[in-house]
């Protein structure tokens, strides 16, 4: 039997085929990549920066999408797993840019970020990572804007414990030995040398290391009053602390990167938490704007994730510059992002530090500093960075 | 460094000494009668893990009931691999271990969705610290060394004193010799391989309260068996104790003296020079 098609359905996809992607849908998409670590020991930051950036995107595609020249776009993530590992982090961000076509992404990690440098300029593609690595924030990386507060920043909370612990005078700091790790402690030692701490014993471990035993017992051999754990993931952290304290270790443990205190304190004991002091991951108390925050994500992904608040950064921030730029340019967005005014859920945030960077790349707010009392991360301090 | 604090970097060495040769038993004892390495350790090392976590830290069974569950369960997965990749695939060793080393992936692949994401933890089952020539370890820590004995001294007893350990001594001679005089090389193998798993399961679960728990957690201590089966010698039982015992030393003193970056690029020079002065390792044998 000879089968026909109805003439108004031939006509309908001849109309949609010669208008294009516009008509048809595609083109009202923006893609927006995201390359971080969903599983692993650096899983406590990578699912909520995917999941954080999800959650914000939903909500405006919710109320219509974003408005850009008159259009409507909707967002949508894409988002892979790299594990912690530069290879895959490579992997990701070539499928990212190559086969998935995104022009915005978002990478987490410093290493994994640096090795992607290049391919992020040469592609001009615009990253608004999470990661700390010497060089990143650089007038030769001009479309990649920190969304997250680096050492430089961070370090400023060590003026904070100067002035109300002066009893604390030794430092004791282990990092990964990588990219993230080197800078780190690298910005954080000349910090706090300049404050008048003695730094007794650096030392660097590989991310797979579980058994910290031989290298705190050659730390503690220096008799820090506080260890830093500066860039550490979460996992680590748990395993430095329990082992640090198996072995008499008394004094205070500080982590002004991001760690998820929750997740630490499962590893390492909730006793063995205690006055531990972090940047980035407060539970308690938590402003009405967190508040309602904490209520969508939970609703949306069943278990509250405080990391998720700092993390939500990325899409905040490309948001704001879209609306501003009013164009998908990644350059004209990269100009909206050095003077655009956004609000993140601490309150306004900005890009700058052109002082100390010789770029006004790196994000700049009100950074939250908590201190771990009863097992929960209460808030101590709001601080600005040392540069604006 | 001090005196006192070489012996101290030396109880953490024994310690860890004793970790690495609950893990490098199974591995060795696989070398020994087939001749085969088995890349799936540390995927068993992390199952045996979280059968702890979840039949121990979740069901609230007895840890030790717990620990005899990883063993039983994880050995009856061994004996199902030898039936079901080792056998059909006649014993070739490339082949096997090619088909171990995708077991390996698949385990650790299955492992994020099945286990989650997150790293998970277990925890302590011996409360507290002691003192030991004045540093301070962990109850389950000390732990280990009498634990791993018993395994070691069972093991060793089991070998040598049993008929069906001398079944395994004739095939590790002789395969065909031991057929002829009537062993079932084909039950025997997938004793061995019950058993071999049944050892890493045992040492994840050992191991699972001192740790984290996550999908690649046997990575490492897989890295570190395979030195210790190759400085003690392959296959060889006394091999896998003197060698762990050796390279948890190794790494103490080293990581206490020098750090943790020399004391892993350590680990490799010493057994390079170990292997230039025996090339078949401490206890091995030329064939």
């Known amino acids: 039997m000879k089968r026909t098609f109805p003439l108004i359905q031939v006509v309908a996809f001849a109309v949609l085929t010669a208008a294009g992607p516009g008509l048809a849908g595609a083109a009202d998409v923006i893609k927006f990549g995201v390359s971080t670590p969903l599983s692993g ?27 850009v020249g008159g259009k409507k776009y909707k967002l949508e993530v894409i988002a ?15 499928r990212l840019i190559a086969k998935d076509g995104v022009k915005y992404i978002s990478v987490l990690g410093g290493a994994v970020v640096k090795a992607n440098e290049e391919a992020v300029n040469e592609g001009r593609v615009l990253n608004l990572p999470l990661a700390y690595a010497d060089g990143l924030v650089s007038p030769k990386n001009a479309l990649t804007f920190h969304a997250f507060p680096s050492p430089p920043e961070t370090t400023v909370f060590w003026k904070w414990v100067k002035e109300r612990h002066p009893q604390i005078k030794r430092v004791a700091t282990i990092s990964p030995n990588d990219d993230t790790g080197w800078w780190s402690i690298k910005v954080e030692t000349a910090y706090v040398q300049k404050l008048g701490y003695e730094v007794v014993s650096k030392e660097f471990f590989e991310r797979t290391m579980t058994d910290f035993n031989p290298v705190l017992l050659r730390m503690l051999a220096q008799k820090p009053d506080i260890i830093s754990v500066m860039a550490s993931p979460a996992g680590s952290v748990g395993l430095i602390i329990k082992q640090a304290r198996e072995l008499g270790f008394k004094g205070r443990f500080i982590h002004l990167g991001q760690i998820d205190t929750a997740v630490v304190g499962n590893i390492a004991g909730k006793a063995n938490v205690e006055g531990t002091w972090v940047h980035g991951y407060v539970q308690n108390p938590l402003p009405e704007k967190i508040k309602n925050w904490q209520a969508r994500y939970t609703k949306k992904y069943g278990e509250w994730n405080a990391t998720s608040i700092d993390f939500a950064n990325p899409a905040f921030a490309f948001v704001a510059a879209v609306k501003k730029a009013q164009s998908l340019d990644q350059k004209k967005i990269a100009e909206a992002l050095g003077t655009v005014e956004f609000d993140n859920l601490w309150g306004k945030a900005h890009f700058g530090g052109k002082d100390y960077y010789g770029i006004g790349n790196q994000i700049i707010y009100p950074m939250p500093f908590s201190e771990v009392k009863d097992g929960v991360a209460n808030l101590v301090a709001q601080l600005t960075p040392p540069h604006n | 460094m001090t005196a006192g604090l070489l012996v101290q970097s030396a109880v953490i060495g024994v310690s860890i000494g004793s970790i690495y040769i609950l893990m490098a038993l199974g591995l060795t004892l696989m070398f020994g009668m087939m001749h085969i390495i088995n890349f799936a350790h540390g995927a068993v090392y992390m199952l045996g893990a979280f059968v702890i976590y979840y039949v121990f830290f979740q069901g609230g069974v007895p840890y030790f009931a717990a620990f005899v569950i990883a063993m039983i369960l994880l050995g009856a997965f061994g004996y199902l691999v030898e039936r079901s990749v080792y056998r059909p695939i006649k014993g070739g060793i490339e082949p096997t271990l090619v088909a171990l080393l995708a077991l390996t992936t698949f385990l650790q692949a299955a492992g994020y969705p099945v286990f989650g994401q997150l790293d998970k933890h277990v925890p302590p089952v011996f409360q507290g610290t002691r003192s030991v020539f004045g540093v301070m370890i962990s109850v389950e820590r000390l732990m280990i060394i009498p634990l791993a004995g018993i395994l070691v001294v069972g093991l060793y007893l089991f070998i040598n004193k049993t008929r069906l350990g001398a079944a395994m001594r004739a095939i590790e001679q002789d395969k065909e010799a031991a057929a002829l005089q009537g062993v079932n090389v084909n039950m025997i193998n997938g004793l061995a391989f019950g058993i071999g798993f049944a050892l890493a399961a045992a040492a994840g ?30 296959g060889s039982v006394p091999g896998a104790i003197v060698g762990g015992l050796m390279l948890g030393l190794v790494d103490s003193i080293v990581a206490t003296a020098l750090g943790a970056e020399p004391a892993f690029l350590l680990s490799f020079v010493f057994i390079i020079l170990l292997l230039l002065w025996k090339p078949t390792g401490l206890f091995g044998h030329a064939n």
């Open chain 1, 80 to 94: 892979y797993d790299h594990k912690y590992v530069i290879a895959e982090g490579v992997a990701t961000v070539n």
């Open chain 2, 205 to 234: 679960a050992l191991m699972a309260p001192i740790f984290k728990l996550d999908p690649m957690m046997g990575e490492q201590p897989l890295l570190k068996a395979f030195i210790i089966i190759i400085l003690g010698g392959l």
């Open chain 1, 41 to 67: 020991p650096a899983a406590p930051w990578g699912i909520p920066h995917k999941n954080a950036t999800e959650l914000i995107f939903e909500e405006i595609n919710a109320q219509g999408g974003l408005d």
